[in-house]
């Protein structure tokens, strides 16, 4: 029996724009929390099935990791953790994303869950060679103050390490409207942004949070392809996709790998990233994904370096680290 060929791309330096601190509980760190912790387990409550039945179900398995991350001990191990996934993985940048209200059940505070992440950011940093930034979440079942509350809390950590705002959660289940003033302060305020969309509901949802939200940046996007017209929105006003195509086909919104059009989207001359979105229920790295894209679309070397640089483009990194982190890609 022969080695494996050596990968041409797993091993690239890579940028992950869109990924979720509380999908991304690895089973160190459940372990350290949990004792007596097995690895069946672990995939048992943590990873979700290959195939859900849609985006909601796959909620059902954020369930076990939300419940643990609610306490500091808990979100200083996951998050420092997360920075030893990202290094193994060899990203060089990465921005987390957590909802702060979700992290309450135990009394703490929404401030205090975003200082406790940023301390263990900072710490994970000096442990483990990535740079990253914050991003804060407000969910679509939320309300208006919320919202508010969840840009307040982007406002006062921006110089800490927070670098924005997403809308994230049940997109099929709940519209825009009350997340639209938000969204507007945001943009008055300089806050940079970002909407999860055309995922579980289709183009015409790209369309609103470009329209409404007025984001030039949509997690996922992927459906998008369903309307050439959508297309053209997202090509005219520069908007980047950050595509996730593993866990776009585990909640089966494409059948299979080859079904997924990040290739086709890539063709139309969108600007768009490779991330993994949960490296906890999706079980998954950036590494299995380039390969698997390299396997399936063909994609080489410099189709990964072109996306990569264009996901720190517009990531939300201040300019002179930004121009650091272009060296490592390069
Ligand atoms: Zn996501």
């Known amino acids: 029996m022969t080695a494996p060929a050596p990968s041409p791309v797993a091993d690239l330096p ?5 990924l979720h601190l509380d999908c991304s ?7 350290a929390l949990v ?16 195939k859900c039945v849609n985006l909601v179900d796959y909620f059902r398995y954020l369930a076990a ?20 996934q990202l290094a193994d993985d060899n990203v060089v940048y990465a921005e987390i994303r957590f909802a702060p209200h979700l992290h309450q059940l135990e009394g703490l505070r929404t401030e205090q869950v975003v200082e406790i992440v940023l301390a263990a950011l900072n710490e994970g940093k000096r442990l483990h060679p990535v740079e990253a930034r914050l991003i804060l979440c407000t969910l679509r079942p939320d309300d208006t103050a919320q919202g508010f509350e969840i840009l307040a809390l982007a406002e006062k950590y921006a110089e800490q390490g927070v670098g924005g705002i997403d809308l994230a959660g049940d997109e099929a289940g709940y519209g825009l409207a009350q997340h639209i003033p938000v969204f507007r302060r945001a943009a008055d305020r300089g806050i940079r942004m970002t909407a999860h969309a055309g995922e579980a509901t289709g183009a015409q949802s790209v369309r609103e949070v470009i329209s409404e939200l007025g984001v ?28 996730c195509p ?5 909640i089966d919104v494409f059948p299979t790998y080859p079904d997924h059009p990040i290739d086709r989207l890539r063709r139309a001359g969108v600007s768009l990233s490779v991330n993994t979105d949960a490296r906890g229920p999706t079980d998954l790295t950036l590494r299995a994904e380039y390969q698997r894209m390299h396997g399936v679309f063909g994609w080489e070397a410099d189709d990964f370096r072109s996306a990569n640089l264009d996901a720190l483009a517009v990531s939300f990194l201040e300019p002179p680290q930004r121009r650091q982190i272009e060296g490592f890609l390069k």
């Open 14 to 18: 890579k940028v992950e724009l869109h």
């Open 25 to 31: 509980t690895s089973f160190q760190s459940v372990s």
């Open 35 to 50: 004792p007596g912790m097995t690895l069946e387990r672990y995939r048992a409550d943590f990873l979700a099935p290959k």
């Open 65 to 84: 990791p939300l419940a643990l991350l609610q306490t500091e001990r808990a979100l200083r191990i996951a998050t420092i953790d997360l920075l030893r």
């Open 216 to 243: 030039r940046r949509v997690g996922h996007g992927v459906r998008s392809i369903e309307d050439p017209a959508v297309i053209d929105l997202i090509l005219e006003h520069e908007v980047h996709l950050e595509v």
């Open 246 to 250: 593993s866990c776009n086909i585990q």
